[in-house]
C-alpha cells in the first residue's frame, strides 16, 4: 500500500476550530502528517501526526541553506510559493514514504482514501493542482522538478527572490505555476478538483470547483456553482452534502471542505461527536440522524449564520467608529 505524509509548515496561531482538523484527520489511517511549527499550544494530536518544533527563523535558515541563492521569505503566507518544494527542503524526514503533499489547515478532511485511490497513486506523478491540497510522488528526480527551465526561465529562482505572491503552487491568475512546469515535461498530472472548495463571499455556501482555463473561461478555470439549498454534515469519516432533486434526498460526497478566510465558531460538544453539520459560520451537533425529507428543513432552517454580518457588515461599523472619535 502506497503511503502518504502532508507537510505543514504553520507559525503564529492555528484556526480555533484546529481541534476538528485534526479529528477529521485522525479517521485517516492510511495517511500522516508533519507539521512544523512554533505554536506552543497543546492539542490532542493523532496518531498519524508528527510535530517537529522549529521556529520561523530557523525554517527559513533550512530553506536558505537548500539554495546557492539569496531567498525571499519574509512572512509565513509566503511559504505558499514554498509549498512545490516541500518534497526537496524536508527531504530527510520523507524517507520511506510514497507520496508527500501539503494541505491547508482552515480545512475538514473527509474520506481520504475513497478519492485517492492505490491505482491513482500508481499511475500519476502528481494529484491535484489547488493550493490547498497537493499530493507529489516522492522520488529524488520528482522532488527537483520545481527546479527545472520552463518557457526559456527557471521559475522558482524568481519565485523564491521576492516576497510578493506568485502563486507558484497552483492553478490561479497565470501558467507560471508548478502544474504547468510537470504537464510541459509530459509528467502524468491528475487535476480532477474533488473538494469542496466554499466561496468566501456570498454568506450561504458555494462551491467553487476547478475545471481549468479551457473548460472555464470565468474566475481563473473556477466555476462557481448556483446556490443550493443544502445541508452539509461530517459523518464518521465523510464529508457530505444533502439536498432535495424531484423530491428525493441526494448525497454527494467530497474529498474535503474548504473554509478560505470564513470565521468559524466551533461549539465545543462537536469535539466528541461523530456526526456533526457544518453551517456558514459555525459547527454544531446534528439535530436529526439519520437526515431524511421528514427532518430536511427542520434541520436546515435551525440556525442562523452571523456570516455576512462578520464580513461586510462589522467592518464598516468599525470603519465608521474610528472616523466618529477621529472627527469627534
Known sequence: MKTCCFIIPYFGKFPNYFPLFLKTCSWNKNFSWLVITDIETRYDYPDNFRVVKMTFAQLKELIQSK?????????????????????????????????????????????????????????????????????????????????????????YKRVFSTNDICWFDEEYK???????????????????DY????????????????????NCKENHGYKVEKYRRAIYSWEKGHVYRYYILDGQIKREEFLYAHFLRRKMELDQR??????????PNKFLPLECYPISLDNFWKIKNSSLTLHYFRVKIQPKLKKLRKQFQVNF
Open 195 to 214: 473538494s469542496l472548495n466554499l466561496r468566501i463571499l456570498p454568506t450561504k455556501f458555494v462551491r467553487s470547483r476547478y475545471l481549468g482555463l479551457q
Open 67 to 155: 539554495f546557492d541563492f539569496q531567498i525571499a521569505v519574509d512572512s509565513p503566507y509566503k511559504l505558499c510559493d514554498y509549498k512545490p518544494a516541500y518534497g526537496y527542503i524536508f527531504e530527510e524526514y520523507l524517507q520511506g514514504v510514497d507520496f508527500w503533499g501539503h494541505c491547508d489547515v482552515d480545512t475538514l478532511m473527509g474520506d481520504l482514501s475513497a478519492f485517492i485511490t492505490q491505482e491513482l497513486l500508481e499511475k500519476y506523478e502528481k494529484i491535484f493542482c489547488i493550493g490547498h491540497m497537493v499530493l507529489y510522488r516522492n522520488t529524488f528526480k520528482n522532488n527537483r522538478v520545481f527546479m527545472s527551465t520552463y518557457k526559456g526561465a527557471e521559475l
Open 270 to 279: 462537536v469535539i466528541g461527536l461523530d456526526i456533526f453539520k457544518i453551517i
Open 174 to 192: 497565470n501558467d507560471h505555476n508548478i502544474n504547468e512546469i510537470f504537464i510541459s515535461q509530459n509528467k502524468k498530472v491528475f487535476t480532477t
